[in-house]
């Protein structure tokens, strides 16, 4: 994974997409105001303007299309432990050898942790390789379940880099934090 760089946008590999092709995803999906891109007036607006161009560094930069984007800022903006655990394919990752031992282990590092960045994330995932043992699917598909409801492959660790930041900031919609997220997660897997 490519760390952010100190402006917050991720260094080396570039997006296809702006802040304002995420501005109109999320507009049409009902999680901003229709119109509400105008910053100038507003310093809130700004912060989550600046978001958005985060996000379509981060996302953009593992998609080529539109519906590649919007499923990925989905995973920012919709959540929900128990429904993601009701899908066959997340009750394999479950059931794998180690799987709870991850899920305790990062469980107890964001329930600890500050802000998830990059380099949070980065040390959440070392100190995780170290506790269990564990590397590749066997880590990351667990850790990716849990904080952004798929097992999937890199692309999710971008979303999990959004999630705090999003959360800060004021949506039509609840944007749950890591920390809730893994609260809702072990929640429901118990």
């Avoid at 702006?18 to 501005?23: H, K, L, P």
């Avoid at 105001?33 to 985060?54: F, I, K, L, V």
């Avoid at 995932?125 to 990351?140: I, S």
Wanted: proline content about 3%; hydrophobic content about 45%; charged content about 25%.
């Amino acid at each position: 994974m490519q760390p952010l760089s100190e402006t917050g946008h991720l260094t080396g590999r570039s997006s296809l997409f702006t802040a304002q092709d995420v501005q109109t995803i999320a507009e049409r999906r009902g999680w901003v105001p229709a119109g509400s891109a105008d910053e100038s007036q507003n310093p809130a607006m700004a912060t989550r303007h600046a978001w958005m161009a985060d996000a379509a560094q981060l996302l953009g930069a593992q998609v080529s299309d539109p519906a590649a984007l919007e499923a990925l800022l989905e995973r920012v903006f919709q959540y929900d432990a128990s429904e993601n655990l009701m899908r066959p394919e997340n009750h394999a990752v479950m059931a794998r050898e180690g799987a709870r031992h991850v899920l305790r282990e990062l469980a107890s590092l964001v329930l600890d942790s500050v802000q998830m960045n990059s380099d949070r994330y980065k040390e959440i995932v070392t100190a995780l390789k170290e506790r269990t043992g564990r590397r590749g699917q066997e880590l990351f598909h667990p850790l990716r379940l849990a904080l952004a409801g798929r097992a999937g492959e890199g692309e999710f660790d971008r979303v999990i880099l959004l999630l705090d930041g999003a959360a800060c900031l004021s949506w039509k919609v609840h944007v749950k934090n890591c920390r809730e997220r893994i609260l809702e997660f072990c929640a429901a897997f118990n």
